[in-house]
C-alpha cells in the first residue's frame, strides 16, 4: 500500500497531478486546494496518498497534509458522500472550516461545495459531529465555543455578541473564533457589548 509519494511535478491536469518517482510515474487525484499549493513542474513534492481499490479500478488520491487525508476518509464514512464529492468539499473549504461547520452545525457553510446538496450536507454536519480528526481540529477553546453556540447552550452574552458580528457582516465561524480568543483570556462574563467591540478589534488585527 502506497501511503506517500516524494518526487518530481512531471504535469498537472484538472484534478489529478502525475508525480515522477525514480522514473515511474503516479497519477494522484487531489483536491483543488492541494493541486493550487503544488510547486512548477519538474520541481520537487511529496503527497500523503490513500489507495482506492475497486474490482474495476486502482485511484491514488493524494493530499498536502495528513489533515487533509483524514478528512477525506472521514467524509466518505457519510452516506451519498464518495470521492468525487469529499474532494469537492476540501476543494471549497480548509480543513479548520470543516471543522468549524460542524461544530457550529452550519449546512449551509459544507453545501457551498459542488455536488453537496442539503440532504447530504445535514448528514455530514450530523453524523461527523464529534468526529473531528486530531489533526484537523481547531484549537480547543475555538471548538467549545464554537460546539456551545452550534448546541444552542453558549451564555447568552456570547451567543448575542456572535449575532451582532454575523449582522455586521462577518461570517459565524469568523464572529465565534475571534470570540473564543477572547472569552479564553477574559472569561464568559464580559458584557455582550464589550465582547462586541473586542470582536471587532480581534477581526480588525
Known amino acids: 500500500m502506497i501511503g506517500k509519494l516524494k518526487g518530481l511535478v512531471e504535469a498537472l491536469e484538472d484534478d489529478s497531478v502525475l508525480i515522477d518517482v525514480n522514473g515511474v510515474c503516479y497519477v494522484a487525484h487531489c483536491s483543488g486546494r ?7 513542474i519538474g520541481e520537487a513534492t511529496e503527497l500523503f496518498i ?3 481499490v475497486r474490482e474495476d479500478q486502482l485511484k ?26 469529499a474532494l469537492a468539499i476540501l476543494s471549497t473549504l480548509s480543513v479548520s472550516e470543516i471543522s468549524s461547520s460542524i461544530a457550529l452545525q452550519d449546512k449551509a457553510m459544507v453545501g457551498r461545495a459542488p455536488g453537496v446538496g ?12 464529534g468526529k473531528v480528526p486530531a489533526l484537523g481540529a481547531l484549537d480547543p477553546g475555538v ?8 448546541e444552542g447552550v453558549a451564555t447568552s452574552n456570547v451567543a448575542d455578541a456572535v449575532s451582532a458580528l454575523i449582522n455586521l457582516g462577518y461570517s459565524q465561524m469568523q464572529a465565534s473564533g475571534a470570540l473564543a480568543k477572547i472569552v479564553a483570556k477574559e472569561g464568559d462574563d464580559v458584557s ?9 478589534k480581534e477581526l480588525s488585527s
Not at 492541494?34 to 512548477?40: A, C, D, E, I, R
Not at 491514488?60 to 464529492?85: D, N
Open 118 to 129: 442539503p440532504k447530504v450536507a445535514q448528514r455530514i454536519v450530523t453524523e461527523l459531529k
Open 50 to 52: 490513500e489507495t482506492y
Open 60 to 85: 491514488l488520491f493524494g493530499f498536502g497534509t495528513q489533515a487533509e487525508k483524514q478528512w477525506f476518509l472521514l467524509l466518505m464514512t457519510v452516506q451519498g458522500v464518495g470521492a468525487k464529492v
Open 143 to 150: 471548538q467549545g465555543l464554537q460546539e456551545a453556540i452550534g
Open 34 to 40: 492541494t493541486l493550487g499549493n503544488l510547486p512548477s
Open 192 to 200: 455582550t457589548e464589550k465582547l462586541i467591540r473586542m470582536g471587532l
